[in-house]
């Protein structure tokens, strides 16, 4: 009978050490590389310009660079390149269009600087007295002749929460609120997994990991295509409220949720986790 016992003691030990190393084992979800490293940033503190793009491999007849071409950069060994040196390539990008989504949507945009693209890394491969050659290991977009080249710096990848703890009727966290500014490549409509940037950053107080909570007002009207006013609450034909009603007293709609991938001083990089349904640049922010 004691044998038995032992023999069920140590079953049940071992059963317990098992659950434990599959606890353990259980694989923390975070951002891929690219959404790390080809999110771009806005910022009004520009990097350092002094090292470049001059050309690269078959340029007779190419105008872009993608993963796996050789380019050319303008510094070698005398400017203390190394073989396996890596750098970034970053470009200053600008709205194509002109056309502001959101009312005062390019007044933000001033405030919080440039928008500094990602379009990958290289690696050196040969160096010369004052050029090198690099081959392009990642490539988040095309890179091209005067594209600048800073030394590549890991970033972290902050751990993901399960969707499953999206709330859809959150109350307002009453920490800092924001706005969605506008998107990488200027995008104006988001769904999961798109970057965002949104004007909120180091100064005040947000660090990679945290996560914002997307939010819209009902009958806001800050958009500037044409919209019927109070919309959301009177509608010829279809009933109608006391003028009362408006955007601050009625509840708000959440629209899901998203993690700060990157900052600069006065603005974040936030890649969608959770969309409920699109949203659009100008709608609201509040860090959770």
Known sequence: MRGKLVILGLAVALASVSAKAQATQVKVRTPIPNDMYCSGVISNQAPPQDTFIITGEGSDAKVTFQEGDYIYLNKGASQGVHVDDVFS??????????????????????????????????????????????????????????????PFVERAAPPLKANDQFDRFAPASGKAKAMLVTGKSFQVSYGTNDMVYVNLGEAQGVHVGDYFRVFRYQDQE????????????????????????????????????????????????????????????GEYVELE
């Open 222 to 281: 800050s958009e500037t295509a044409y919209q019927t006013r109070r919309m959301a609450f009177e509608v010829y034909g279809y009933g109608g409220v006391s003028k009362s009603y408006k955007w601050d007293n009625v509840p708000r709609e959440v629209l899901g949720e998203g993690i700060v991938v990157r900052t600069s001083a006065n603005a974040a990089s936030v890649l969608i986790t959770f969309a409920l349904k699109p949203m659009y640049a």
């Open 89 to 150: 390539i970053v470009r200053p990008v600008t709205e194509p269009t002109r056309e502001p989504w959101f009312k005062s949507q390019f007044v933000l945009m001033r405030a919080l600087g440039t928008v500094w693209q990602d379009e990958g890394h290289v690696k050196v491969v040969v160096v010369n007295p004052n050029t090198s050659i690099a081959q392009i290991g990642r490539s988040c977009e095309y890179m091209q002749r005067g594209d600048i080249a800073v």
